[in-house]
């Protein structure tokens, strides 16, 4: 089974190669400034006392404070963990924003507990990392299982124990809660400047342009929404339950009034809602699976949906002229390579939706200044930030003659390192 950290530390080595990066520099960077461990008892509904493991990963602060999500999922690992956090920071560095890396995990189902338990265990978390944590030192946002909800339980138990308020100890909360103005849709949103930009670099022209998106979640769906009103054809989507392919494109409208009156996107083709049984298997619209929709012959392939999704066994089926990582690591080191060897560009992760941690950054900016910002504002401050970023990065991978992924890290290391020096 793959280690995430060896594998964070392998594209560390990559990037460090290709800038002789300084050694003494490069040994720090290979572990976190500091992670910290905790047990977190909860008293569950039954009246018994459960205790739960907790982490949170501290990577490097040289840019700014430490900033990432806190995941509730019973595979978290202490290196899934530190991997993340080095993610963390390769990622706001690649899109040069003040901030380091961090990131934190419970271990835990959180299907299984209910809402009072789930308050109580999120408020014991904060009760043990909280003198760790802070506006002027780390700022947890949500991340798998986590919730705007549970990050307002988060700021409230924070302030209760310093005892006095600070907004931008948390990010991602409700909007009423300090929360920013577009954070909603901001890591499509990010996700589709890179791809503006890339169609330039490519000459695509968006009417043209066939692109198929894995995983219709949050990210997934507000991606095809924006593009489809861009003009670029949406010709697939998929979530956990399958997806539907339509060679004459697909109006992401449409797909999510059948989900919201509870059919499958494979139901697309009927027009309503129905049974797997009557999905389409053949034609101009059919219902497709997750890995079908790899497959296709289209010009961008999004993954958007989970980790590991394009890997060795898979990789040599892949058809797109580019992809685009939406999601977190959905391509595998060694399907990377393949990719880079069949000359498919790959926009990667720590690029393609750092827009998300990049609004994260605006509200935790808005809440230390008093601030609160129209989502036009927001808007207009993403799309200088994700621009200027790709091209920062097309340009490294131009100038060394390597992959975009590489030159995301060869970038952000090259930021870390100057401040550190």
Request: with cysteine.
């Amino acid at each position: 089974m793959n280690n995430p950290f060896q594998n964070a530390m392998k594209q560390l080595d990559n990037a460090a190669d290709i800038i002789n990066l300084d050694k003494n520099i490069r040994v720090i960077l290979e572990q976190p400034d500091r992670v910290i461990e905790v047990a977190i008892p909860v008293k569950m509904d039954g009246g018994e006392v459960k205790v739960f493991t907790g982490y949170r990963s501290q990577y490097n602060n040289a840019l700014g404070v430490y900033k990432g999500g806190i995941r509730y999922h019973p595979g978290v690992t202490i290196d899934e963990v530190k991997a993340l956090s080095f993610w963390m920071m390769i990622k706001c560095a690649t899109v040069n924003i003040p901030m380091g890396g961090g990131k934190g995990g419970v271990i835990i189902n959180p299907k299984e507990l209910s809402i009072g338990e789930i308050e109580r265990l999120s408020r014991g978390y904060i009760q043990k990392i909280w003198p760790n944590i802070g506006s002027d030192k780390d700022v947890p946002a949500p991340d798998v299982y986590t919730t705007p909800q549970i990050m307002a339980w988060m700021r409230d138990e924070y302030e209760k124990l310093v005892g006095h308020e600070d907004p931008g100890v948390i990010t991602g909360k409700p909007l009423e809660d300090g929360g920013s103005e577009g954070r909603s849709f901001s890591t499509a949103q990010g996700g589709v400047y890179c791809i503006r930009e890339l169609a330039k670099k490519m000459k695509l022209n968006p009417a043209e342009t066939t692109v198929a998106i894995q995983g219709y979640g949050n990210a997934g769906s507000y991606m095809a929404k924006i593009l489809y009103k861009m003009g670029y054809k949406i010709v697939a989507i998929s979530d956990s339950k399958g997806g539907v392919y339509n060679a004459d494109g697909i109006n992401p409208q449409k797909a999510d009034a059948i989900k919201e009156a509870g059919g499958m996107l494979g139901c697309y083709c009927l027009g309503s809602v129905c049974t797997l049984e009557q999905v389409p298997g053949d034609g101009t619209c059919r219902g497709i699976t997750n890995e079908e929709l790899l497959e296709l012959d289209v010009d961008i392939l999004i993954p958007a949906a989970l980790e590991n999704q394009i890997t060795i066994e898979n990789v040599d089926k892949i058809k797109a002229k580019a992809i685009v990582e939406l999601a977190n690591g959905p391509t595998t080191p060694e399907a990377d390579e393949i990719l880079r060897s069949k000359g498919i560009i790959l926009v990667p992760d720590v690029l393609a939706n750092a827009g998300g941690v990049t609004v994260s950054y605006f509200e935790w900016d808005q809440n230390v200044k008093g601030e609160h910002w129209t989502e036009d504002d927001v808007l207009e401050k993403l799309e200088k930030i994700m621009v200027t970023a790709f091209n920062e990065v097309w340009d490294t991978k131009e100038k060394y003659n390597i992959d975009m992924r590489t030159a995301a890290f060869v970038k952000a290391v090259e930021r870390v390192s100057a401040k550190m020096t």
